[in-house]
């Protein structure tokens, strides 16, 4: 009877490939290994913008537009296009835990990673990364009323002025 049990256990591969696998980019093996079709992952430190570090399809020295729109960024990691003007994160990255953040305040063109995008100030729930970066753009281009500001990152204020280190 218990191995009628066991050989009816099986895994939803393609549920396990679009995990989002957490990983720390300063370990000399931050354990990402490969993704389904064997190709290299890397850790993207998207805790430099408030998100969780994930693991991420290696782009090598790829340009960084690549041909299925996804977009190689730093540290070579190959992230997945979003359309910031989705309001619905799941919709735009396909997976709910991602967030789409705006990479061009011109055009409607993003990267999903694991970050929560603010548009105002009040999206910033971290004490120290309280200003949305859309409230400096407004300052400093306000009389340019074309610019996109939503799906933008938190950041820290006075950074200079307070003498702290951001």
Not at 102 to 129: A, N
């Amino acid at each position: 009877m218990a191995f009628a049990l066991v050989a009816g256990c099986k895994v939803d591969q393609a549920a396990f490939d679009n995990r989002i696998f957490a990983c720390d980019p300063s370990a000399n093996d931050p354990g990402c290994g490969t993704d389904a079709s064997g190709k290299a992952m890397v850790c993207y430190a998207a805790s430099l913008l408030d998100g969780t570090d994930f693991c991420a399809p290696d782009c090598g020295p790829m340009p960084m537009s690549l041909p299925d729109g996804n977009q190689c960024v730093e540290g070579d990691a190959e992230l997945k296009f979003c359309d910031p003007s989705i309001a619905d994160a799941a919709t735009a990255c396909g997976q709910s835990d991602l967030g789409c953040l705006r990479t061009d305040v011109t055009t409607e063109q993003g990267v999903c990673t694991t970050m929560i995008p603010c548009s105002q100030d009040s999206d910033c729930k971290d004490p120290v990364r309280s200003t949305c970066a859309a409230t400096f753009l407004t300052e400093l281009y306000a009389k340019n009323t074309t610019l996109e500001t939503n799906n933008l990152y938190c950041l820290q204020k006075n950074c200079q002025s307070g003498a702290s280190s951001c």
